[in-house]
């Protein structure tokens, strides 16, 4: 059932080229509109909407977290994202105005459900992002869109990440065609990416091997940070909990603007840090930025392992190993950065002789608070 896959985690990393092209199979129509039937919630509720409010917990709170970024840009409406854990207990200001939407792998995670039926209290309506047909959440939401990963079973979340990033930009650009934004255009030509972004994850996988050596490599290391900024922030956050439940190293994703507040202190001789680069297209001043921490960190002997786009020479001096990913939308570049950051998790579990569908102390749904 492994499909000639040592682990489960390799097979569905595989999948992803798929899984991706599946969550977005019958949403786009023939003139490259959305046609989000499964939301609904009617468009006029849709067209009121003063808030968007994401929980979820883990790897769903990374994709979350990226939501936030596409949903405020394309619709500009004020977008919040929250651990469901912590949402709940802490009075959250809601309304018959506000979208929550709930981001679920399993639609089992009880800390997840506990936050929608709170916001359902306040008289809001809840959209579940699910991969679980039938599952709790999608049962007691106002709505639901379902990913099409298929079955996850692997603990560690690898489709059902991508999937549910496809799930959140569908969301985001709908809320932006309903309601109509000065981002029209680009909205359309983000579709049209979108539809092609399959084939570039596929690109990613095969370009692989020198990622698992790079793991391989530094297995014995105690401590791997991870820095992204905009986007690459949570694809940060995501390598370094893949990590830590993966290879139980100690991992960190930081801001990269905030290395100068504290982290860079953490900086040691062949200390391995994960960059991740916007395109030097686009938000052009967020990666020179980035950029120069790369060449700080190097001052102060960091072993720097850069993600950039295709194409973006600036970097080369400066990173001691270099993966290549597609030029992509800046918005769209999770999808693509984090695969290499899956790979490298996966294969230093390997390394290190771990269960790398079993990590120690986890389970695949946590159906307890
Ligand atoms: C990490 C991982 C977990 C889950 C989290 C939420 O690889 O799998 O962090 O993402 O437990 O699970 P769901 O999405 O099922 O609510």
Redesign the pocket.
Known sequence: EKGGYDYFMLKEIAEQPKAVADTLLGRIDAAGLLTLDEVRIPVHELREIDKVVIV??????HAGLIAKYAIEHWTRIPCEVELASEFRYRDPILGARSLVIA???????MD?LMALRHAREQGSKVLAIC??NGST?PRESDAVLYTHAGPEVA????K??LT?LVACYLVALYLGQVRGTKWGDEIQAVIRDLSQISGEVERVLETMEPVRELARSVASKNTVLFLGRHVGYPVALEGA??LK?LAYMHAEGFAAGELKHGPIALIEEGMPVVVVVPSPRGRSVLHDKIVSNIQEIRARGAMTIVIAEEGDETVVPYADHLIRIPATPTLLQPLVATVPLQVFACELATARGNEVDQPRN?A???TVE
Request: glycine share 6%; proline share 0%.
């Open positions: 979820a917990c883990g790897t769903a709170f981001i679920s792998q399993s639609g089992e995670t997840t991969n679980t959440i603990v560690a979340s690898t059902a990440f549910q909990l893949k439940e986890l695949k749904s946590v």
